[in-house]
Structure formats: C-alpha cells, structure tokens
C-alpha cells in the first residue's frame, strides 16, 4: 500500500528546503554556501530524530548512518545531492536525500541485516567551480590535487571553500566510503517528458550515458565595426556561430545524441566592436561512448575547419570526459521487482542526465529509480512531483529493502 502521508511529508520537507538559497526569491544553492550549511542542518536535525548517527565529511557530503543489525553489517548507501542550479525547482537532488531518510523512518526502529547510511552529496551540478560531482567524487578518493585547484568566479579554489566551511581539506580521505558497501540506490526525478508520455509513474535506470563538457574558444581580431570591411574580418562569433550550426547538424543526425551550445561569451561584447574571442560551452551525451567520442572529434575537426577559413584560433579546454555508467544487474532485477510488487508497470529506461550514481557504478554496484516529473520541468521553479508518485516510490523503496534483507538469510 503506497504511504500518501509519507509521501505528503517528503514533499513539504524538499519545499521547505527550497528556501534555503543564496539567493532571495529563488532556488540556488551552491557548493558549501551559506545556504547549504541551513540544509545541513534542518536534515541533520531529521536524521537525529530517526535514530542516525550524523556527519559531515571534508567535502562537506552529510552522512546520515543507521545501524544494521551487527555490528559490522555491510552498508547500502542512499542518495543525491543537495546543491542546484540557478533558479532551479525544490526536488533535483534533494528528493533522494529525503526519499531515502523517509525509509529510515518507516522501519521505525527495526534493525535490518545491513546498516543504511543516507548521503547528502555537497556538490553535484558544477556550478559554483564548473566541475561537478565534487561530493561524490569525495566519496570514491576521486578529488584530485588538479581538481582542489579549481576556481570560483571570484577565484577562490575547492580547497579553500572546503577551509571557509570549517572543514579539513586534508582530510578528505576520511570521506571514502567504507570498503565492500551493499551497494549504492538514487531516487531522482525523471526531468524530462518520457515516463508521463508513456503514463507510467516510476522507472529502474540500467544505464547512464556518458557526457563530455568543453570550451571552445574562437580567437581572432577586435576591430571598429564600422571602418572594418567584411573581407577581411577576423570575427570570432560569426566563426562560432557558423559551428554553433554544425554541433546541431551533427546531433540531429546521429541516433540518441544529444549536443548543447549552453553559454557564449564575446570579448570585448560591444555593440560596435567586433569580437575578438568567444567562447561558447559543449556539453555532448550518448549512452554509447564511443558514439560521443566520435562525435567530439567530428566537432573538433569542424571547429578547426572553420578556423583555418576564417583566420581564427581554436582553443579547446576539457571541462570533464565522464564515460556512461551500467547499473548493476541484480540491484537492477531487485528494483525492477521491488516496483511491480508495488504496483507499478516494471519500466526500465536509459538516462540522458548525469547523476552520482554514474561516479559511484564503477566502484559498487549501483541502482536508480525515476520518478515522474510532471510536464518534464526540471531545473526551474515550476519543477513538481506528484504525491502518488512518490508514495509508490517509496512502497517500492520498502520491497527493496525487504528483499536485500530477505536474501542474507537466503
């Protein structure tokens, strides 16, 4: 039986939560802002009244602990972050963090054969730095030196935002998870139309695609745009917007790609000048990687076609390469079962957004399951669940705990 009320409460707490903002009116929440450290402590305040053990590592991720049954009973993890995008809706990231403290709750005491700890991850979306998944990368020893170097806009690094929080950089290999975990399970929104297209309310995740982010930058030569003929222009956004058309060409005719020209920046960005650089950003998808990559070469060479016939100089700079990610079969029979028994169609879908269940994959098995987004609003304040939806979410979250439990006694 889908718990409605359950379902009410997860849905009050992500909104309440959505106040928290570094911004007043809306939703923007970034890495360890003042922001963040209000949600730390409203879900610590939660996890305490459920009987977990809390923490906050050196990359800031909470870390919500509930005891199994043994002492050193293997842990499952459950999460996502709890950073945003500008302007972004109250339940990207944060309704797994609350989905998963809610199913701590509903045991009401119950010990099971494995201990749960409920992650809160610091960072996933890559605003603040323009690198995204510091908090799950933390969890897997991934936070390089290169990495901890990054800088904000204003020019502070990873590093010494992780000093301001009140917390360790060297630390960080605290952070790492323990060794051999049950396993890792993300509830997320859909954020995107597929699932209310097919009238279904949930789906098991098999597979995340891969995601490549890049700079490009088209440099040529400022000019008077009045006293500078067209035949001799070095113009780096007429350049850019040529190639801009190509990434589109491209995406439109390869099957499941997806290619976005999200931001372009024209230097000096005057009205009567002609711009001298521009960079414009690449973000590329495909659930085959080597659909993508080859789709970043193609582009590549496009970009240095393009150069070479209009005088310009092509700078590219690699802002991640991140390869898709298989879930793990079983976990993914196990939700697939865990849904039907809840009621819902057993739909299994690939993911065109990247999640910290993509870092996580490669080193425990991983699971996701989608909910809804009603409209496929996402990353906007428009962004909804709907409570059904989430309550059998929620009964399925339950099975699946009941069968991981079930099978140690097997």
């Given at each position: 039986?889908?718990?409605?009320?359950?379902?009410?409460?997860?849905?009050?707490r992500?909104?309440?939560?959505?106040?928290?903002?570094?911004?007043?009116?809306?939703?923007t929440?970034?890495?360890?802002?003042?922001?963040?450290?209000?949600?730390?402590v409203?879900?610590?305040?939660?996890?305490?009244?459920?009987?977990?053990?809390?923490?906050?590592?050196?990359?800031?991720?909470?870390?919500?602990?509930y005891?199994?049954?043994?002492?050193?009973?293997?842990?499952?993890?459950?999460?996502?972050?709890?950073?945003?995008?500008?302007?972004?809706?109250?339940?990207?990231?944060?309704?797994?963090?609350?989905?998963?403290?809610?199913?701590v709750?509903?045991?009401?005491?119950?010990?099971?054969?494995?201990?749960?700890?409920?992650?809160?991850?610091?960072?996933?979306?890559?605003?603040?730095?323009?690198?995204?998944?510091?908090?799950?990368?933390?969890?897997?020893?991934?936070?390089?030196?290169?990495?901890l170097?990054?800088?904000?806009?204003?020019?502070?690094?990873?590093?010494?935002?992780?000093?301001?929080?009140?917390?360790?950089?060297?630390?960080?290999?605290?952070?790492?998870t323990?060794?051999?975990?049950l396993?890792?399970?993300?509830?997320?929104?859909?954020?995107?139309?597929?699932?209310?297209?097919?009238?279904?309310?949930?789906?098991?995740?098999?597979?995340?695609?891969?995601?490549?982010?890049?700079?490009?930058?088209?440099?040529?030569?400022?000019?008077?745009?009045?006293?500078?003929?067209?035949?001799?222009?070095?113009?780096?956004?007429?350049?850019?917007?040529?190639?801009?058309?190509?990434?589109e060409?491209?995406?439109?005719?390869?099957?499941?790609?997806?290619?976005?020209?999200?931001?372009?920046?024209?230097?000096?960005?005057?009205?009567?000048?002609?711009?001298?650089?521009?960079?414009?950003?690449l973000?590329?998808?495909?659930?085959?990687?080597?659909?993508?990559?080859?789709?970043?070469?193609?582009?590549?060479?496009?970009?240095?076609?393009?150069?070479?016939?209009?005088?310009?100089?092509?700078?590219?700079?690699?802002?991640?390469?991140?390869?898709?990610?298989?879930m793990?079969?079983?976990?993914?029979?196990?939700?697939?079962?865990?849904?039907?028994?809840?009621?819902?169609?057993?739909?299994?879908?690939?993911?065109?957004?990247?999640?910290?269940?993509?870092?996580?994959?490669?080193?425990?098995?991983?699971?996701?399951?989608?909910?809804?987004?009603?409209?496929?609003?996402?990353?906007?304040?428009?962004?909804?669940?709907?409570?059904?939806?989430?309550?059998?979410?929620?009964?399925?979250?339950?099975?699946?705990?009941?069968?991981?439990?079930?099978?140690?006694?097997?």
């Open positions: 039986m889908a718990d409605v009320e359950a379902a009410r409460e997860v849905i009050r992500c909104r309440a939560l959505a106040a928290c903002s570094d911004e007043p009116g809306f939703t929440r970034t890495f360890l802002s003042d922001s963040m450290r209000a949600v730390l409203k879900i610590t305040m939660w996890m305490s009244a459920a009987g977990m053990k809390t923490s906050v590592d050196a990359a800031g991720n909470l870390r919500g602990v005891e199994g049954a043994a002492v050193d009973a293997r842990r499952l993890l459950i999460g996502s972050h709890l950073d945003t995008v500008p302007h972004a809706g109250a339940f990207d990231g944060v309704l797994g963090v609350v989905m998963g403290l809610s199913l709750e509903s045991l009401h005491g119950t010990r099971l054969p494995f201990s749960i700890e409920v992650i809160g991850f610091s960072e996933e979306e890559g605003v603040r730095f323009g690198v995204p998944f510091i908090g799950s990368r933390a969890l897997v020893g991934e936070l390089d030196t290169t990495l170097a990054s800088r904000d806009a204003e020019g502070v690094t990873v590093a010494q935002a992780i000093r301001d929080f009140g917390l360790d950089p060297s630390r960080l290999a605290d952070a790492r323990d060794a051999n975990p396993g890792y399970l993300e509830f997320h929104i859909e954020q995107g139309p597929v699932l209310e297209a097919a009238g279904r309310p949930l789906a098991v995740v098999d597979r995340i695609s891969g995601r490549t982010a890049a700079n490009v930058t088209f440099v040529g030569a400022a000019g008077h745009a009045g006293t500078t003929p067209m035949n001799i222009r070095q113009d780096a956004v007429a350049g850019a917007a040529e190639w801009i058309g190509c990434v060409a491209h995406a439109h005719g390869t099957k499941g790609l997806v290619a976005t020209t999200g931001r372009i920046e024209a230097n000096p960005g005057a009205a009567n000048v002609i711009a001298g650089r521009c960079r414009v950003t973000d590329v998808r495909h659930a085959d990687d080597r659909v993508r990559v080859a789709a970043i070469e193609r582009l590549r060479v496009a970009a240095d076609e393009i150069g070479a016939r209009r005088g310009l100089q092509i700078e590219w700079s690699l802002q991640l390469d991140q390869s898709g990610a298989a793990d079969p079983e976990l993914v029979a196990t939700l697939v079962r865990a849904l039907d028994a809840a009621g819902a169609p057993p739909t299994v879908m690939v993911s065109g957004a990247g999640h910290d269940a993509m870092v996580l994959a490669p080193h425990m098995p991983a699971a996701m399951l989608f909910i809804r987004t009603p409209g496929g609003v996402s990353h906007h304040p428009a962004e909804s669940v709907d409570e059904n939806d989430v309550a059998i979410a929620l009964t399925a979250g339950m099975n699946f705990l009941n069968e991981l439990a079930a099978s140690f006694n097997a």
